[in-house]
């Protein structure tokens, strides 16, 4: 499989030997590193997958950097969630494969459970984005866009690292259209908001918006059925295989529904229609909770988040 990817690695070592990249290529390269093998636990092949580098390439920066799993950094239990974005080269989906083929990591995040040793969830921010003017964009291969139809691709956009673990990405669509997202972890909740500008010299309607969160790096949490989810109002909801922990994701003016295959949650948020030079957007949030109480819980989150969703 073959990402859609600006492949970064690459790029901070063209023309020139190991050795002598610069420092800002240097922690660029290092940074990758640490996401891919500290946090991800990627597998060489998974790396020379999302990097487009060697083999060689690879062991010699990681000797370089001296990135390696034993020496990881304990995390404090003070510390916001750590949200990192997805490198790519391993797919996050564990089926409906062919409804994804080249997905783009530059809207991809994860979100790294706070128990030791669970896992991650993958967060497609946006997954795709609708219009009146069609599915105007999409972060993977599947059903046409309006770019497709035309015959013009759309190249990844990596996420910008900002302080504070604040992750924010953005990018202009070839009729003007732009839309960018931010996401800023706190210590148990990941806040999220989504937004998009009509540079077009017309109205844009019926906007409305995928957001996907991709289970398969949870595996306490990611069976393929629909029988450990709740869905109501905007509100998205998985529980872990002992039933005790649950995560939960909320847009404003969402929707909610979940795809057993993948496995994923959604919370779809719907945007009021935008003239022409105006700008709309939506905020959302992802939420854990353990304990013996969580239908109760559950309860209180919908009705606060419905409150959140009026206008």
């Known amino acids: 499989m073959k990402w859609v990817v600006c492949r970064i690695l690459i790029v901070v070592v063209v023309g020139l030997c190991f050795e002598q990249t610069t420092t800002a290529a240097d922690d660029d390269l290092r940074f990758w590193l640490e996401n891919m093998i500290w946090h991800h636990r990627y597998s060489m092949d998974e790396m020379t997958s999302a990097t487009g580098l060697s083999r060689q390439e690879i062991e010699r920066a990681v000797e370089k950097f001296n990135v390696r799993p034993e020496n990881a950094p304990k995390r404090k239990p003070t510390d916001p969630l750590l949200v990192l ?10 089926g409906f494969l062919e409804g994804a083929i080249r997905p783009m990591r530059g809207t991809k995040f994860s979100v790294f459970l706070t128990c030791p040793n669970t896992g991650y969830i993958v967060v497609d921010l946006p997954e795709a984005i609708w219009s009146n003017l069609g599915l105007t964009f999409l972060a993977h291969t599947h059903i046409p866009t309006i770019w497709d139809h035309k015959g013009q691709a759309l190249k990844n956009i990596d996420w910008t690292r900002k302080a504070d673990a604040v992750l924010e990405h953005q990018r202009t669509l070839p009729n003007g259209i732009a839309f960018g997202a931010r996401v800023a972890p706190q210590r148990d909740v990941v806040e999220m908001e989504l937004w998009i500008k009509n540079g077009t010299d017309a109205p844009l309607s019926k906007l409305r918006s995928q957001i996907c969160i991709m289970l398969k790096g949870a595996p306490d949490f990611n069976a393929q059925t629909k029988d450990n989810k709740i869905l109501s109002g ?13 995560i939960l994701i909320a847009w404003d003016r969402g929707q909610s529904w979940a795809n057993p295959q993948v496995p994923c949650l959604h919370s779809d948020p719907h945007f009021p229609d935008c003239e022409a030079g105006g700008r709309v957007s939506a905020r959302g949030r992802i939420m854990f909770y353990e304990g013996d109480h969580a239908q109760e819980e559950i309860e209180r989150l919908t009705k606060t988040e419905n409150r959140r969703d009026q206008p």
């Open 234 to 246: 905007n509100l998205a909801a998985v529980r872990s295989r002992d039933g005790r922990r649950w």
């Open 85 to 94: 974005p997805y490198p790519g080269g391993r797919h996050p989906r564990i």
